[in-house]
């Protein structure tokens, strides 16, 4: 049984940081990749940032580039996504998701490619 748990989201002030963290269980890692998608009630799910579990991939929503970080420990079965000089419109509830490669490789950004979600975190960035 697949499990994604997410946790680290919060309130911040707009500038400042957060870790989120997603603890995955029940996964051939070696075949599957990882991805953030935020939400904001009312809205389409937007992907984030995405990665395979060796760590050498990465995609980024250019809304993010160079803020957002997405790394992965083997060790732990986590994914991470650090998120600096958060900004108000970051303001969303953040899901991690899974992919198999094969899917994966189709579209890393595309929602319909990961076919595990974890249950989400709020993150909240004031002004």
Known sequence: Q???VESGGGLVQAGGSLRLSCAASGLP???YAMGWFRQVPGKERDFVAA???SGVSTYYADSVKG???ISTSNAK???YLQMNSLKPEDTAIYYCAAAAFSSWYAGPRKLDVY???GQGTQ???SS
């Open 51 to 53: 990665v395979k579990w």
């Open 115 to 117: 076919a595990y979600w």
């Open 67 to 69: 803020r957002f970080t």
């Open 123 to 125: 993150v909240t960035v």
């Open 2 to 4: 697949v499990q994604l």
């Open 29 to 31: 890692f070696s075949s």
């Open 77 to 79: 079965s986590t994914v």
